[in-house]
Structure formats: C-alpha cells, structure tokens
C-alpha cells in the first residue's frame, strides 16, 4: 500500500504565498519523479512542476513564481508558490512514480488540496 499525503492548501489574497507538502508512506523501494497538477474548474489537469533526478521542469505560467523541491530522506515533495495570481486558483494534486519492493512501478496520486487566490 503506497499513500501520498498532501498538506498546505488554503485561501489567499493575489501576491501572497502559499507552500503545499505531499509526504509518501509505504512499501516504497524507490521513488522516481515526483510532481505537482493542478485542476480548475471546468479545465483539464494539467501539470505544473515536476522534479526527477535533481532536475525540474515548470509550466511555463508560473516560472519564476513557484519552486519545487524534495526531501528524500522523508519522501515528500515541496512546492512553493510565490506571487500567486488568481489564475493559479485550482485544487493541487500531487504525483510519484514509486516503484514497490515487488519491482512494479505505478503512478500514484494525492487526494488533492484546494488553493484559492482572491483578487
């Protein structure tokens, strides 16, 4: 059983910060890339950060603007969100490509955490 667990969301005004957690627990034997997505409403997911072997990779609207970052050590990723806009409101879900002690690799999703930007 592999769990991803998110923390972080919340409201806040445009220009403020926000910093979203998703920490992994189970019979992980290694983690691969780790990510973040967002969704709105009415919008398809889509990705906004990415980070695997130390390298990143952002969406290209908030380069500049958000961080991503892992500890492995504890198995969590990171994502720092600065001078949100009100665009950036979405629920944020995070993604790991973890592969089990069986040596199956799956990809696997955080239950999703509310960020909203007022204006």
């Known amino acids: 059983q592999v769990q991803l667990v998110e923390s972080g969301g919340g409201s806040v005004q445009a220009g403020g910060s926000l910093r979203l957690s998703c920490a992994a627990s189970?019979?992980?034997?290694?983690?691969?890339?780790m990510g973040w997505y967002r969704q709105a409403p009415g919008k398809q997911r889509e990705l906004v950060a990415v980070i695997s072997s130390g390298r990143t990779n952002y969406e290209d609207s908030v380069k500049g603007r958000f961080t991503i970052s892992r500890d492995n050590a504890e198995n969590t990723v990171y994502l720092q969100m600065n001078s949100l806009k009100p665009e950036d409101t979405a629920v944020y879900y995070c993604n790991a490509d973890i592969t089990r002690f069986m040596g199956v690799t799956n990809k696997y999703w955080g239950q999703g955490t509310q960020v909203t930007v007022s204006s």
């Open positions: 189970g019979t992980i034997s290694r983690i691969n890339a």
